[in-house]
Structures are given as C-alpha cells and as structure tokens.
C-alpha cells in the first residue's frame, strides 16, 4: 500500500512517500481503507520531535483517518463495509489504517469523508475545552485564539450556538472573516493589534471568563491580561513550542483557573467524559448547526507539501490528504 513514513525527525520535507505491506488488524482492531486522513498540528509537533510521547522514526503518521471498514479482527462489534472516523495512535497517513472499535465513530448523515476527518480530533476537543472543562455559559464571553483553525472553527461555532459572546484571534483579514461568519462577534487580527488591550477595550476593562489557548508561549501570558475576575483559561496546545508557566501569585489575586486539556490523554484515562460531547456534536452536525470547515485539500504523496502549508500558516479549517 501508499504510506507516508518519517524515517528522521525534521522539517515537512521528512515525510517521505513509502510502500508498505497492508496492516492485518489484530484482536480487538478494525482496518479501514482510508478515504480521507486529517491533518493535526499534533502531526507536526510528532514530525518535529518535539511531542511528548510521540512515536519514533520510523513510523507514518496520521492521527485521524475517514473512510470505510474493509476487515475485522476478534471480539469486534463493528462491520466489513460500516463508514466509519477513527481517532488512530499513528498510521492514518496511508490507504489503509487499523484503529480499535472505541475510537471509531459513525459518519454522520450527509457528511462526505474530508468533512468526517475532520470531526472527531477537532470538535471533540473544542467541545470539551468549552464546555465539559471550561464550564461556559451562555451569557458568558470566550476568548478563542486561532477562530478559522480546526479546532478554532469549531469552537466558535459551538460558543454561538451556546449563546456565548465570542471574541476570536486570527492574522488575516480572510480569516477573520470566515471566523466572523461562523460566529465571532469581535474579531480580532493579532497581527496589528494587542488583542489583550482589544478586549479590555470592548469589555470595559472587565475581560474574557474563558480563553482556549492552543498556542503557549507569549500568547498564553496575554490571555492571563485578558481575562475577568474569576477566568479560566484552557491550554489544549503548544503551536509556538514554547510552553507558558502560569504566575501562581497573579491566580490567587484574581481568582483566575489554568485548566489542562488534552484529547488523547483524557481519552485513555476518562474516556466516558469526553464521550459525552458526542451526542450534542452528531445531532448539530446532522442538523446543518455546526458544520465542519474543509480547508485544502492534498494527495497523500503530497504530504510534505501539507505540512508546511500548515506550518506557514496558511491554512483555514480543516486540512486534509486523500490517498
């Protein structure tokens, strides 16, 4: 079969095109013949060599992997034929994938395999951070950096839907507008303004009662100035790769809350309560609420290329590759 592999850590240029034998799945495995795999900053990170417990080279990457089950190892529920997305440890860069049967989810009706590649990382993270972490209310304001990312769109759409006011980050005025259409009421380019200083503007200096922070670094520190009087911030990312240190002092007097969120470790050790975003995401996805945002588009032999269209920063939504 066509894989990605990464024999070195490095830059986008290591992945690199490979024939591998086809994946037998094993007990307690499903294989799916990969229609769509999504593209997560995660895989940059692991690309990098810079994700905790990330795999070693070589291996193929890929985290998240759409398309339909073609075979069945022992004690599996699930069906030879069944259209599933699959959240996967590694190896969704490929035409085919294992994954086991708790972490693959029906495609909901209507939603093509780019748009489910990109449902279950993304709007299971937002709706966690949002609501099962970061406890928003509806009449609540929420900070979301990076509103026309993956998991930025939905976020915002989920915050709106929650009857949340939504302040969004993005560095173009494209994004920003795509943000705004999703929901962001005050959207915010960081690239020409502060948006700490943007938000105590507009909120008369009382600020945010949630952030979601994928980023760290310097970004995290002026979220901590943007927040209100008993805030919360939720760290779900290190996109900088700079990981911020919290200011315990400045918590205590403010009454302020740094919260950790992280999918697949939530996953292995609660999995029930990141479960419970499921249902709210299938009824909104199905009903036309929320949709999910598919951005570009690459081969699987173009991956390298992905790769550093997301490192550029080029990316809006969902980017994906389709073997």
């Not at 173009?172 to 200083?197: C, M, Q, S, W």
Request: some cysteine; overall charge negative; aromatic content about 6%.
């Amino acid at each position: 079969m066509k894989a990605i592999e990464v024999t070195e850590y490095g830059r986008s240029e290591a992945l690199e095109p490979d024939e591998r034998p086809v994946p037998e799945p094993g007990p307690d495995e499903v294989r799916i013949d990969v229609e769509t795999a999504g593209i997560n900053f995660a895989d940059v990170m692991q690309r990098r060599g810079a994700y905790p417990g990330g795999p070693e080279p070589p291996y193929v990457p890929g985290l998240e992997a759409a398309g339909r089950i073609d075979a069945v190892g022992e004690n599996v529920g699930l069906r030879e034929g069944d259209e599933v997305v699959a959240m996967t440890t590694a190896g969704a860069y490929a035409e085919y994938a294992l994954a086991r049967p708790d972490q693959c989810f029906p495609i909901p009706e209507g939603m093509d395999f780019a748009e489910a590649a990109g449902f279950p990382i993304q709007f299971m993270t937002a709706h966690c951070c949002l609501f099962g972490w970061g406890d928003l209310e509806a009449d609540e304001r929420v900070l979301v950096h990076a509103a026309a990312g993956g998991v930025g769109t939905a976020a915002v759409q989920l915050a709106s839907r929650a009857g949340a006011e939504v302040f969004g980050t993005a560095s173009t005025g494209r994004k920003l507008d795509l943000a705004a259409d999703l929901g962001v009421d005050h959207p915010i380019n960081y690239t020409e303004t502060d948006f700490a200083a943007e938000v105590d503007e507009i909120t008369d200096g009382e600020g945010v009662h949630l952030v979601l922070d994928g980023v760290g670094g310097d970004v995290f520190d002026d979220s901590m100035d943007a927040l209100a009087h008993f805030g919360r911030i939720v760290t779900y990312g290190v996109a900088s790769g700079v990981p911020a240190q919290a200011n315990t002092q400045e918590l205590l007097f403010s009454n302020t809350s740094v919260i950790g969120f992280h999918l697949g470790q939530a996953m292995r050790h609660d999995a029930s309560r990141v479960l419970e975003a499921i249902p709210d995401l299938t009824e909104g996805l199905q009903s036309g609420e929320l949709e999910v945002i598919v951005g570009e588009r690459f081969p699987l032999a173009k991956a390298a290329e992905a790769h550093q269209y997301v490192e550029d920063r080029n990316s809006v939504g969902k980017v994906v590759l389709e073997p």
